[in-house]
C-alpha cells in the first residue's frame, strides 16, 4: 500500500512563496519517477512538474517554468515544490503522484498513486 501525504499549502498573497512537501511511505520512493499535477475548480487536473527517479531529470509546464522548483530527497522519501512568484492562476488544489516508471511522465494516465491534495489559494 503506498501512501502519498502533502503539506504545505495555505493563502498566500499574489507574489510569494510556498513549499510543498511530498512524504511518500510503501513503495521503494528511489525507485519511482514523481510529479505534481494541480486542478482548478471547473478544471481538468494538469502536470505541473515531474522528477525522474534519482532526481537527475525534470519538467515543468510552460505555466510555471521559471517560477517552480521540483526536487526529491530520496534518503527522506520525500518530494518538495518550491513555489515563487506566485500568481492568482497558480490557486488550485496540488496533489504528488507516483509515476509507473522512473522517467518523468506527464499524463495523469501514467501515474499509479495519489496524495490526498493540499489546497494552495493565492490572492491578488
Known amino acids: 500500500q503506498v501512501r502519498l501525504v502533502e503539506s504545505g499549502g495555505g493563502l498566500v498573497q499574489a507574489g510569494g512563496s510556498l513549499r510543498l512537501s511530498c512524504a511518500a511511505s510503501g513503495r521503494t520512493f528511489s525507485a519511482y519517477g514523481m510529479g505534481w499535477f494541480r486542478q482548478a475548480p471547473g478544471k481538468e487536473r494538469e502536470f505541473v512538474a515531474g522528477i525522474s527517479y534519482n532526481g537527475g531529470i525534470t519538467s515543468y509546464a510552460d505555466s510555471v517554468k521559471g517560477r517552480f522548483t521540483i526536487s526529491r530527497n530520496n534518503a527522506k522519501n520525500t518530494m518538495y515544490l518550491q513555489m515563487n512568484s506566485l500568481k492568482s492562476e497558480d490557486t488550485a488544489v496540488y496533489y504528488c503522484?507516483?509515476?509507473?516508471?522512473?522517467?518523468?511522465?506527464?499524463?495523469?494516465?501514467?501515474?499509479?498513486?495519489w496524495g490526498q491534495g493540499t489546497q494552495v489559494t493565492v490572492s491578488s
Open positions: 503522484a507516483v509515476a509507473q516508471s522512473i522517467w518523468v511522465e506527464k499524463p495523469p494516465g501514467r501515474y499509479d498513486y
